[in-house]
């Protein structure tokens, strides 16, 4: 039978929004459709909604902990990393389990679940047979509060300082496709948190022979500690008194470091610097980007290479058709062109040659460094790109524009995997929460916004500041959010209540540039001024009481730099030593 145009449209259309994961295909069935609804009916729906709201959903992944997912996230892991058919990977995937396992135990005694955490530690504990990890786990098994955390030296110590485990690129990827697919947000959370992960060179077999991995494990203790022979007690509290210096010197604030860009004040719009801190990045209104290198590092002439980063936009090799020598300056640097209008954002991917870059002329582009060309280009957007920001393990990126919507991009896809809109006026800043599943927009509209990463919705509208904000912080422990703008303060919301906790006030210009530290204890600010303040955040963020919170008065003073930039490009915390970095432009040196 010959079916009319019209239905084969809809089946089409039906069709490619099942296989984009959309659950409208009901919109087709006109007979189903209701096209009106009584006051009582309205009434109804609405109670029911209101009833079951996501609006307190964010507190669940960002705040508490499920004893029981918690437990079935780590058997998942651990029965995918035993059925890896490889054993070299099985055993690399292996050194991840140790970490999560007992920061797992941890933050379940954060919680109070005091009697579930001692039968998951019971469970598992026999699991791992290394003399070192035994003797851990045995000190583990004495700590049954947070306080007992604060009075065992090397309990605190694995709990504040980062476990390192070495993966070959192989296992890693593995590892970031599983946690897309399967893995529970607490997993997630420990291992950003908790857990560096080192990527290891290949090494000849003759290397490692007669080495098992189970004593190469035992002999590295907690983040990289190595484990000393038990010995008199002048020795221990030798090795006490080292360990504390060490604690001292991982934790201790840097006060600031400045990288400046020279005669550069009218025509500089952007700079961003890799975690491994060892190019520099700035955007131009001329439309170009500039790259150095930094720390002893020397960028090389631009040479074809195969890529190793494979984009669903991929543009053609065109190397043998035109010269690249003018892609390089005398002082060093190396200039991608491409972008046709001012480039307002930069984002270094980390562990990768890969720096993505949004500009006015609408487009996002990818760049490949190791030949300085650009890989693919995002459309989406109808107006300029303002803003970006890479999600955990680097698998999503999301855009804010003048075109009032915020957009959600995965590099192998050339479309926007969602659309976020809501905000009446241009979004000027978007920031992924600490456990990726959750996009916090900033707006002319004086809003932020909370959205679902997954399915788009929009869980809550934040309200308090008093003009544009231009910069988002989320605290590491994703509960707290941190915005600032052109009201010259800081407003800072408890995610859970949705309440206004505090405004920290100080600044004389507008704010561009905020960061919350890895450790929780600073918020960074940067100002159109050049200034620089570092908030304390145990004298700012307080909460009355467990069901009320009010604002705080100021108890301390910040500390304020000077930078004498003529603008702030860039502020920003890294990993190594909890520095602060900041990037400006100066009329000369």
């Known amino acids: ?246 604690l001292i010197r991982n934790n201790a604030h840097q006060p600031l470091r400045i990288f400046a860009v020279n005669n550069a004040v009218e025509n500089a719009s952007s700079g961003v610097i890799p975690p491994n801190m060892d190019k520099l990045a700035v955007g131009f209104s001329t439309t170009e980007i500039r790259l150095w290198g930094i720390n002893e590092t020397v960028l090389i002439k631009p040479k074809y290479e195969e890529p190793s980063f494979t984009f669903a936009s991929d543009i053609p090799f065109l190397h043998k058709f035109y010269d690249t020598s003018d892609r390089m300056t005398e002082g060093g640097a190396v200039i991608l062109r491409g972008h046709t209008d001012i480039v307002h954002d930069l984002r270094f991917i980390p562990e990768s040659d890969i720096l993505l870059s949004v500009s006015s002329d609408k487009d996002m582009r990818a760049w490949r460094l190791n030949d300085y060309t650009c890989a693919a280009i995002y459309s989406g957007h109808n107006y300029p790109i303002w803003c970006m920001d890479l999600s955990v393990f680097n698998l999503y990126v999301a855009t804010g524009s003048h075109d009032r919507t915020a957009k959600l991009w995965s590099l192998d896809r050339i479309f926007p995997l969602r659309i976020f809109a809501g905000h009446f006026l241009d979004i000027n800043c978007v920031k992924f929460h600490p456990n990726a599943r959750y996009l916090a927009t900033g707006s002319a509209d004086k809003t932020v916004r909370l959205w679902d990463k997954d399915d788009g919705n929009l869980l809550r509208v934040y309200i308090g500041a008093q003009s544009t904000i231009y910069s988002l912080a989320f605290s590491p422990d994703g509960k707290y959010l941190a915005a600032a703008g052109d009201d010259k303060s800081i407003s800072i919301w408890d995610l859970s209540t949705n309440a206004l906790l505090t405004e920290l006030k100080g600044h004389e210009d507008t704010i561009m540039n905020l960061d919350w530290s890895y450790d929780g204890q600073y918020i960074a600010s940067g100002s159109l001024d050049g200034t620089i303040r570092l908030w304390p955040t145990h004298d700012y963020v307080k909460i009355v009481n467990s069901n009320s919170s009010s604002l705080v008065p100021e108890t301390e003073s910040p500390q304020i730099f000077s930078t004498y930039c003529s603008s702030i490009l860039s502020l920003r915390y890294y990993n190594k030593n909890n520095s602060l970095v900041c990037i400006g432009t100066v009329d000369n040196l």
């Open 1 to 246: 039978m010959k079916r009319l145009k019209s239905e084969l449209i809809n089946a089409t259309i039906e069709s490619y929004l099942k296989r984009r994961h959309y659950q409208t295909s009901d919109i087709f069935c006109k007979g189903n459709q209701i096209h009106c609804r009584t006051s009582d009916e309205m009434t109804l729906n609405a109670t029911a909604a209101s009833a079951t709201s996501q609006d307190n959903s964010i507190i669940f992944s960002a705040i508490s902990i499920d004893v029981n997912a918690a437990d079935q996230a780590y058997q998942r892991l651990k029965m995918w990393v035993n059925i890896v058919l490889d054993d070299k990977l099985k055993m690399e995937l292996k050194g991840l389990l140790y970490p999560v396992f007992c920061h797992l135990y941890l933050e379940m005694l954060h919680t109070g679940n005091r009697q579930a955490a001692i039968q998951f530690l019971k469970s598992h504990q026999n699991e791992f047979n290394s003399e070192t990890e035994k003797d851990f786990l045995e000190e583990l098994s004495s700590v049954f509060s947070v306080q007992d955390i604060e009075l065992r030296p090397l309990v605190n110590s694995f709990r504040t300082r980062k476990y390192k485990v070495d993966m070959s690129d192989v296992a890693h990827l593995c590892l970031q496709q599983f946690l897309s697919k399967h893995g529970h947000i607490i997993l997630m959370q420990i291992i950003n948190t908790h857990v560096t992960i080192i990527k290891k060179m290949d090494v000849p077999e003759t290397d490692t022979e007669g080495c098992e991995d189970a004593s190469i494990r035992s002999e590295v203790g907690i983040n990289g500690y190595v484990e000393q022979p038990s010995g008199t007690g002048a020795d221990r509290e030798m090795r006490e008194l080292q360990e504390a210096i060490r």
